[in-house]
């Protein structure tokens, strides 16, 4: 088993900046992938950016330039750098990590942007 706990969100205005973090506890070794999503209200959950355990990164377009996800170097950590922030960001954002058999979500952290 693998537990996620996200923290950083928070209220920020347009234009600025809020750094994401996840730490996975548990069946850390089983990890492999890990990745952002968000949900904003009435739409899909959709991909923000996933890194694997060599480090390759896969991002969204909507957000290519301006977020950076990166991971601590014990490998349970992963970080979301959201910069040049835009009101289509609000949403509330899961860390995900994909271990060998299962995966598993975080409950999520609020990112509001105002206008």
């Known amino acids: 088993q693998v537990q996620l706990v996200e923290s950083g969100g928070g209220l920020v205005q347009t234009g600025g900046s809020l750094r994401l973090s996840c730490v996975a506890s548990g069946s850390i070794s089983s990890i492999r992938d890990m990745g952002w999503y968000r949900q904003a209200p009435g739409k899909q959950r959709e991909l923000v950016a996933l890194?694997?355990?060599?480090?390759?990164?896969n991002y969204a377009d909507s957000v290519k330039g301006r977020f950076t996800i990166s991971r601590g170097n014990a490998k349970n950590t992963v970080y979301l750098q959201m910069n040049s922030l835009k009101p289509e960001d609000t949403a509330v954002y899961s860390c995900k990590a994909d271990a060998v058999f299962s995966t598993y979500w975080g409950q999520g952290t609020q990112v509001t942007v105002s206008s």
């Open positions: 890194i694997n355990r060599g480090g390759s990164t």
